[in-house]
């Protein structure tokens, strides 16, 4: 087994003995569209939503509740932990870049979040006869994409934050505007025309857009998939710039 | 041949030397101690032989190697055990020992390394369970598990009990016998005596003393130390007057004198003169903790 596999394989196994983050990132957003959609107004049509359902728009908002959950929440304590405990320290005394040990956990934390997302879907269609995502190709995208400048954030919060605490503090701050932005209180097609104008060019707004327009059939705006690119690009150059091993 | 040469190393943390000046060379198959008081930079000085560390100055070499620019190469043949680290909290034992072992192209046999340790019982046991013991032991295994050419381990047997201190030291001489060289940072005397070929004693970021333990022990004047209770009082005058004194200390009516064979003589023969009689009289030869402690004391002060 090669080592990048042999750090994956125990990177895995230490992944799936944390119930506590599993519940957060797998099972809450679901957890939260089905307890949503009991609302028997939320399963009517409603005008504000152009004759969608709220129960529909809540499909794309709890997808990308679940990436936020993983790359802002769940992520940074990790990574941070084991750059604070000397894990990364130990590694690179070793023949494998610690890096490779980063590289585990952030993308099981993608798989776990589009695992997730998979679930929210699953449910919403079979519970809620919400449709499938109309576009696949441009919900992929747009949820790829969102994935992404979700798991920047996180990592960009370990980077310029030195301890383990400073980075839950921080990782919480940024969590609750996350949350806004992805349209988890209200969805941002509902949001007031100003306040959507300035959230659509924000990480999530943007990403909750495109989620949205791909849902209901369309390829999204380009605009919307492209503020997400330029927003995760820049995340993840801040992450990569302020990083330190130690 | 030496496998680990350092010449001239420097390192400074906020304009504040802490190695300052630093040379050694450790030959291949030796054990070789690094050895001083808190701060005196021992650790900062193998975390620049680790790659670790950017010297400020000097030259390091691994085999040639060096540290910080032939890292991968450095690696695979450097094992390591730190002082402070950790591992993933549920990380098993057995799992560390398998994912370390993934690290290297060809691993000594884990479960060997496990039995010598005394890990065996421990295999299924998360890191975060583990004591402060069973933790050192496993990062002794995995520092050993790539099959080094030279191990670097920083306060070996700290938090180890008396017998499982003892353990690893046999471990260690198997591991040298074994054609391993050791770089061995402690604060352990009786360690340091039992285990190292030679000794470095460091203090305040510069070597004070490189030598074998018994010629360090020579080397400090005060090699023989004569203790014994006088049956009435001596006059200072007489114990300052002995030949090769280095140091006189009455305790509760015990004296206590560092000196050499002649002091030992010029003892007896004052003793005899002013018909003393010497009750519990020992002469002993002065142990690394005495070499150390003159060694590394401020004479400023």
Known sequence: ?246 | MSIVEVRGLRKAYGGRPVVDDVSFEVEEGEIFGILGPNGAGKTTAVECVEGLRVPDAGVVRVAGLEPRRERERLTGILGVQLQESELQEKLSVREALELYSAFYPEPADWRGLAERLGLVEKLGTRFGRLSGGQKQRLFIALALIGNPRVVVLDELTTGLDPRARRDTWTLIEEVRDAGVTVLLVTHFMEEAQRLCDRIAVFKRGRVAALDTPAGLIRRSAGGTVISFDPSRPLDDGDLDALPDAQSVESRNGRVTLHGTDATVNAVISLLARRQITAHQLRVSDATLDDAFLELTEDREN
């Open chain 1, 1 to 246: 087994m090669s080592a990048s596999a042999a750090v994956l394989k125990a990177e895995s196994r230490l992944f799936a003995r944390e119930p506590f983050s599993l519940f957060w990132i797998v099972v809450f957003p679901t957890l939260l569209l089905v307890i949503l959609g009991l609302i028997p107004s939320f399963r009517e049509p409603s005008d504000d939503l152009g004759g969608n359902r709220v129960i529909d728009v809540y499909v794309p908002v709890s997808v990308l509740l679940a990436l936020i959950m993983a790359g802002v929440q769940a992520l940074p304590p990790v990574l941070s932990g084991y750059r604070e405990r000397g894990i990364l320290r130990r590694m690179s005394t070793t023949p494998v870049r610690p890096g490779s040990l980063l590289a585990a956990q952030i993308v099981l934390h993608f798989a776990a979040a589009t695992g997730s997302a998979l679930l929210v879907i699953a449910v919403g269609r079979l519970v809620f006869d919400v449709p499938l995502p109309g576009h696949p190709a441009g919900y992929l995208l747009a949820l790829l994409l969102g994935g992404l400048s979700a798991l920047a954030l996180g990592a960009t919060v370990t980077a310029v934050t030195p301890t383990t605490k400073a980075t839950t503090v921080v990782g919480s701050i940024v969590f609750f505007p996350s949350m806004f932005l992805a349209g988890v209180w209200v969805p941002v097609q509902a949001m007031p025309g100003a306040l959507r104008g300035v959230v659509e060019y924000l990480p999530f707004g943007a990403a909750s857009q495109a989620l949205n327009q791909a849902a209901g059939g369309d390829w999204p705006d380009w605009t919307h998939l492209g503020v997400t690119a330029v927003w995760a690009a820049l995340l993840i150059a801040a992450a990569v710039r302020w990083f330190r091993w130690e």
